[in-house]
Each structure stands twice: as structure tokens, then as C-alpha cells.
């Protein structure tokens, strides 16, 4: 086998930092801690659960991911997060309330010893909350300062040979791209003179970028998303990636909508809401957050359905998603779909799905996935924008131009074919012609 592109071997401690220590942190990081005790399996996860074929279908080749791509090893890593809430990560996890609380107890000591650094946060950006365990400064570049001190301090105490940093904390308000973010030199002026349209997660990313670590945006704040990242991420080889988890209803949808399109059946309307009672969904409550979400949920179905290619079928469709804030479900959110379809001669259809989820469990192995990959891809060389993670995103980031690819199973091609070329692997074309020659 030839060798696709040189890739450094995951050699020492990976240090995984996340900012939030929420629902979906905890989650996360009690679930790599049950793994490595061998109470828990890692069911979602792709790269330790997924296998990959190679070659051709009679050559039955098709090893594990973590098997075929030199990944870093569950026992090696280390967690660190941020939060404006002092609660160490047991304490978080028993009131994110997702685990059983045995479950929590059981990993006390591993949760109760990963406390929250001091966060940037500005109530400006997520209106419903508060935190006392928040860093002062001047202006966002000294705040920035302090967050590059907190990385470097983390890696050398926790003698990480590498680090990832993924955004896990709340959605922050709306935000559109500016001219502070179009170049870096004006994003840094834009940090000095502490410009309103710089959020706390893009001093996050900044930092890290600028220690040339790698980033990944669970949420769907702009964040990492526009050229003066870009620039930095590029200039200090750092992969970037993101936005917003695709976890429930926007995973489902981008499952049922490819298979609608694929048949040629029409859509007059795709109705979704959800009922969510958890900090997340509190915080969703604002609208301001709310818009944030709604446009990331909102992008999906335009760029699988093409109308503008297929206008008799999807030019005119209506496309509604709510999120409702109801506490007594917590995190075991309920999404309804109702989906108006036709087929042969106009005739009309009606599907309806109810999804009883389970948000933090959904996302968990996404983060694992994440970081491992993001890590990987810095390791092979890569940097910028890596769209072949486009698969575990909502929106995905892509370069400048294109549109994202939303349908799950060209994603799930894509990171394939992108994991097979790094690895000198051929291409999966799915032509077959061969086999009948
Ligand atoms: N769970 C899912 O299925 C899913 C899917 C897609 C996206 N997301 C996104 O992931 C994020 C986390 O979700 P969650 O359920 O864990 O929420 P959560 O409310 O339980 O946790 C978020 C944490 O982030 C902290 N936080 C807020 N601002 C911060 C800042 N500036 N710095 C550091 N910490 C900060 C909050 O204090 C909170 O503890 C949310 O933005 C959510 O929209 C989740």
C-alpha cells in the first residue's frame, strides 16, 4: 500500500479542551471514561465503532477506523473545559441530569476532578445566563491573551504532546459577517477596540488557532466562520470546522429528505418542532439565540432538494422548525415532523415522524468523533476549512463559493473517500463495472 500523504503517528497525551461544561461535555467525558473502564460502549461513534471498506467488494476488507487510520487511543486523552459556572464537571453532570446519577457517582472521582477555567462570557451574547466564574480585561485581545495562557498551561501541566479545542457551550446570539471579520489584521484591531460584532466563542477559536491547535464549532454561532479565521487558521496550519452538532430532527431530515428527492417526490411543506427542557433549550428560549439555530436548521433542506434544479417539485415549499422550551422533558427532547409530500399526477402524501431523542447522547460521540478527526487531520497536514467532517455538522463550513453538502450519505462518502486518499487507499466510486466484465 502506498502511503497517501505523510501523517505523524499519535505519539503522547491529547488533550481535549471544550468550552461549556454542560450537558454535552459531561456527557462526553463520562462516556470516554466508562469506555476506558469497559462500563460503557461507544455506540454513535464512528471512528471507534465504524468500519471502512477497502478495495474491492470480493476483497471483504473492511477494518475498523481506528484500525486503518492512526487515531489517538481513548487512554490518552485528558480533558480540560471552560465555563462561567463554577460547578466541577460531577456536579455538572448531575444537573445536566442526561446520565443516571449511579452512573455519575460511579465516575466521581474522575468528573469531580475536571473544574471549569475562568470563561470569556458576556451576558450580551447569551442573554438567559449568568456566571460568576468569568476572566476580566481591558479589551477582547487581553481576554484572548488569557485564553492562549490557559491552553499553554493546560498542555504543560497535563504534559499533552497535542491539543483540540471544541465549542460545546451555549448558542450565542445571531451574528452576521462584518467587516471586522474580514481580514485578520482588522480582526485584531476589531479585538483591541473591542468591536460588539466580536463574541466571546471567536476569542475561543482565536486563541487556539493562534497556538496553531485545531477547532471544531458544535454550535451554531459564526465563530470560526469567515476569512479572518480562515487566514489565521491557514497561516498557523490549524483544521477548522463546523457549525452546530447534527444530532435529532436536522440529522433525520437530512436521512428522509435525500431518499424524497431521490424518487422524485415532490414537498409542499416540512412542519418540525420541538419540545426540549434542558439549559440549552432555556437558552434557545431568547430569540436572539433562537434566530442563531433557526437559520443553521433552516439551510438543510434548500441545498438536498435543489429547487432552483427540480423547480416542479421543491420550488415551492413551506419550511417551518420551532423549538419550544418545555423543562419538564430535560434532555430527552420529543421532535414531531410532519412532511406534506406528493407523487404520480400531484396526488398528496403525509409522513409523520415522532423522534422521542435523547440530545447529549446523540451528540457525545460527535464531539469524540470531532476531536479525534480534527486532531488526525492536523497531524496529515491538513488545515483550513475541512469539509469531509461536513457530516457531523448542521451547517457545515465550506470554502468560499460553494454551497454545503447537506445529504448524510454523500457526506458519509465523503469523509470515507477523504480518510481512504490520506491513507493511499483507492477512491470508492460504487461504478462496479468490474464485477461484470
Ligand atoms: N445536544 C445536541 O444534540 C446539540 C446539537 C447541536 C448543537 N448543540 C449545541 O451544543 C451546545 C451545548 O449544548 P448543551 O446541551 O451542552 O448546553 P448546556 O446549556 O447544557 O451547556 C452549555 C454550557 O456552556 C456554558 N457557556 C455559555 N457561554 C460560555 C462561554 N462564553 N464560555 C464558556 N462556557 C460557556 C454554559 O454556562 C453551559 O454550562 C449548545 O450551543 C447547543 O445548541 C447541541
Known sequence: ???????????????????????????????????????????????????IRLGKRT?????L?????????????????????????????????????????QLKPFLSAIKPMRAVFDKNYVKKLDGTNVKEGRTKAELADQIMEDIR?????????????????????FLRQQPVHE????????MRANDPNIAPSM??????????????NGAPNLTVDFPAMQELANATNSPICGKDFKTGQ???????????????????????????????????????????????????????LQPDVNPELYGNFCHKVRINYYPPRGDNKEGWDNIDIFGWLGYPMQ?????????????????????LFSDFAKRAGLKGIQEWLSFYFKSPMVAPGLYAENNLFIQEMKLKNTLRYLMGEEQITHLGMEYYK
Open 1 to 51: 500500500m502506498t502511503t497517501g500523504v505523510k501523517i505523524e503517528q499519535p505519539a503522547g497525551k491529547l488533550g481535549i479542551l471544550l468550552v461549556g461544561n454542560g450537558a454535552v461535555t459531561t456527557t462526553f467525558m463520562a462516556g470516554v471514561e466508562a469506555v476506558r473502564r469497559g462500563i460503557g460502549k461507544p455506540f454513535g461513534s464512528l471512528t471507534q465503532m465504524g468500519h
Open 203 to 216: 476569542l475561543y477559536a482565536y486563541a487556539a488557532l493562534k497556538l496553531g491547535v485545531p477547532f471544531a
Open 59 to 63: 476483497d471483504h476488507r473492511s477494518p
Open 351 to 371: 409522513i409523520k415522524v415522532d423522534f422521542l431523542c435523547r440530545d447529549s447522547i446523540l451528540a457525545a460521540p460527535l464531539v469524540l468523533d470531532l476531536a
Open 183 to 190: 481580514s485578520l489584521a482588522k480582526f485584531e484591531a476589531g
Open 250 to 304: 436536522t440529522l433525520l431530515k437530512t436521512i428522509i429528505a435525500p431518499g424524497l428527492r431521490s424518487r422524485l417526490l415532490g414537498l409542499n411543506g416540512w412542519f418540525s418542532t420541538n419540545i426540549l427542557g434542558n439549559r440549552d433549550g432555556e437558552v434557545l428560549d431568547d430569540p436572539e439565540s433562537f434566530k442563531t439555530k433557526e437559520e443553521s436548521k433552516l439551510g438543510v433542506l434548500e441545498t438536498i
Open 65 to 105: 477506523v481506528k484500525d486503518f487510520v492512526p487515531l489517538a487511543n481513548l487512554d490518552d486523552i485528558v480533558f480540560g473545559t471552560w465555563d462561567p459556572i463554577p460547578d466541577n464537571s460531577y456536579e455538572a453532570a448531575v444537573k445536566a441530569g442526561v446520565l443516571k446519577k449511579e452512573i455519575c457517582d
Open 153 to 173: 498551561r493546560f498542555k504543560d501541566t497535563n504534559r499533552c504532546s497535542r491539543l483540540v479545542v471544541v465549542w460545546c457551550a451555549s448558542t450565542e446570539i
